[in-house]
């Protein structure tokens, strides 16, 4: 281990020099921070440079033993009120400020604690870890290959189009619908706490207690101009999910335009935004009316939530189509008029209002029928139809050319699906969630959105909710073998594997003794901790 490079956690074969990083093996890290080589929960981690800081504590690259790999953790240590001599690792609290660190404290673990639940969503990144120690906890993050998002635009001139962005953004969209379904919001989604994986995702970082992410706290508010909403400028401003919304309709247009909209805390309520007309010409009609009203500064004028946000991105052509149907019609019976004979005197009122009364319920007539035939789900559902009787593939209409139906994905492969996807497909799927089904094998689609059967504008994005199988999962057989493959084994099985070292007199130093807590056959929810025991040798006397 005396070999690992602090910078990035990488073997440097003990240079002065990283030849990775390029990071001095003789910088010292300074108080109130860890010390490099700090080893934290029986030495399985062992902490490497501060990456960042904020108001709420310290981020380190850091390696796990257990895992053999890189990790990030994040420690609380509140600016103002704690900190740390040089000569001890353990918080301390500044004198008449325990109360305040108990509660900021708490909701430190709570708010970690409800993201870690949701390690399931591939836009934010997996918690491995949770613990408590030297007066203070830590989060244990992957590490993962990336580069920021403004470098990805960078590289791309400075914005892209809608065509690139919708990809990118509408996983994040359904992943922060369900972010604040579970009562945990982010509330700084800006370009600057976005980054572009290595597989072209994008994923959100810059988690963060509320309590600095808006004025009037205890704190001293970390807000990002342009992106944050107008009511974090406010004292005590409430933060909703359509705060988010705010914050990620401005990273979009951020994206899509190149610049970013003015800071909230100078818009006015009735302030419209500025689209370059050469950008504004580029743009579908639909997202230019989402970025407006994601935008709004008035809090309940705005888009509430993620899946109104959603809709308004994918549009309603269907919905569009029947209004521009209407207005065919109704310029139809403009002409008939303007050569219509003029009215004869002497005809009764009632004829020609029973006439204009017949008038309007052919027009309804007209645009009720076109209405059933571009939602056939109504019919579906109007005969007791289930989803599996529904269209089947994706059609395209005959009435309108640009228009297909959604097609029955439920039971189908993703990973089959998403390898026939190319840019001249009529849809997109996208992943959005998975979730442990008993009666669904894994990789099966089991949700999707919009349903099978609704009519859609060519290029329309279905999300779907893929299988990740049963809640309950097997542990597969591990004594005797190395921890490497052992990690491997229950990471296939959707464990998350922890390691203690023991001595022991029959099982080869660096070996596997058995699991702690359970036994090879046992059965575990998915995404357990799994702590295992590692040889360390016979027992010196």
């Given at each position: 281990m005396t070999q690992l490079c602090y910078g990035c956690?990488?073997?440097?074969?003990?240079?002065?020099?990283?030849?990775?990083?390029?990071f001095d093996k003789n910088y010292e890290q300074t108080v109130p921070y860890l010390p490099l080589g700090t080893k934290l929960q029986n030495e399985n981690y062992i902490i490497g440079k501060k990456m960042a800081s904020n108001a709420e504590g310290a981020k380190y690259i850091a390696y796990s033993n257990t895992m053999h790999s890189p990790v990030i953790i994040s420690e609380f240590m509140p600016a103002g009120i704690g900190g740390r001599s040089k000569s001890r690792n353990t918080v301390i609290v500044k004198s008449d400020y325990d109360k305040q660190y108990t509660q900021l404290h708490e909701d430190f673990l709570k708010y970690y604690r409800n993201i870690a639940r949701l390690r399931d969503l591939k836009t934010i990144t997996p918690i491995f870890d949770i613990f408590s120690e030297n007066n203070t906890s830590y989060v244990v993050e992957e590490a993962y290959e990336s580069i920021p998002f403004t470098e990805y635009l960078e590289r791309r001139g400075g914005s892209i189009e809608w065509s690139v962005a919708r990809p990118l953004f509408m996983p994040l969209v359904s992943a922060?619908?369900?972010?604040?379904?579970?009562?945990t919001g982010h509330y700084a989604i800006s370009p600057s706490n976005l980054v572009v994986t290595a597989d072209g995702k994008l994923r959100l970082k810059g988690f963060a207690i509320a309590d600095i992410r808006r004025s009037g706290g205890f704190f001293e508010p970390e807000l990002i101009s342009g992106c944050s909403a107008p009511e974090?400028?406010?004292e005590n401003g409430v933060l909703t999910e359509a705060t988010d919304v705010y914050g990620l309709t401005a990273t979009l247009f951020y994206a899509l335009t190149g610049n970013m909209p003015e800071s909230a805390n100078t818009r006015k309520p009735e302030g419209k935004l500025s689209i370059p007309t050469a950008v504004f010409k580029k743009l579908p009609p639909h997202i230019v009316s989402a970025l407006s009203k994601g935008l709004q500064v008035s809090t309940s004028e705005r888009i509430q939530t993620f899946e109104e946000l959603r809709t308004q991105l994918s549009a309603a052509p269907a919905v569009k189509a029947i209004q521009n149907e209407a207005n065919r019609n109704e310029m139809k019976k403009q002409t008939v008029q303007r050569y219509a004979p003029k009215r004869r005197e002497g005809v009764p009122g009632y004829v020609w209002g029973i006439t204009g009364v017949l008038a309007i319920m052919l027009i309804f007539l007209v645009v009720g029928t076109y209405w059933i035939q571009t939602n056939p789900e109504f019919i579906s559902k109007m005969l007791g139809n289930t989803e599996e009787e529904q269209v089947s593939g994706s059609e395209t209409s005959d009435d309108n050319p640009y228009?297909?139906?959604?097609p029955n994905l439920i039971g189908q492969n993703y990973e089959d699906i998403a390898a026939m996807q190319n840019e001249d497909s009529n849809y997109i799927v996208i992943k959005a969630n998975e979730e442990t089904f008993d009666d669904h094998k894994e990789g099966t689609i089991v949700k999707q959105s919009p349903v099978a059967g609704v009519s859609a504008e060519k290029g329309v994005t279905v999300v779907v909710t893929v299988s990740m199988g049963s809640p309950q999962r097997e542990l597969p057989a591990i004594s005797g073998q190395t921890l490497e493959a052992a990690v491997e084994a229950l990471g296939q099985q959707g464990?998350?594997?922890?390691?203690?070292?023991?001595?022991?007199d029959t099982v080869e130093e660096g070996k596997v003794i058995g699991y702690e807590n359970y036994n090879a056959g046992d059965k575990a929810p998915y995404g357990s901790k799994i702590i295992i025991s590692i040889s360390q040798g016979p027992e010196e006397n």
């Open positions: 956690m990488k073997e440097n074969n003990g240079e002065q020099t990283c030849p990775h990083c390029g922060m619908s369900s972010l604040h379904e579970a009562e974090q400028y406010r228009l297909i139906k959604i464990f998350i594997a922890s390691g203690t070292y023991v001595a022991s």
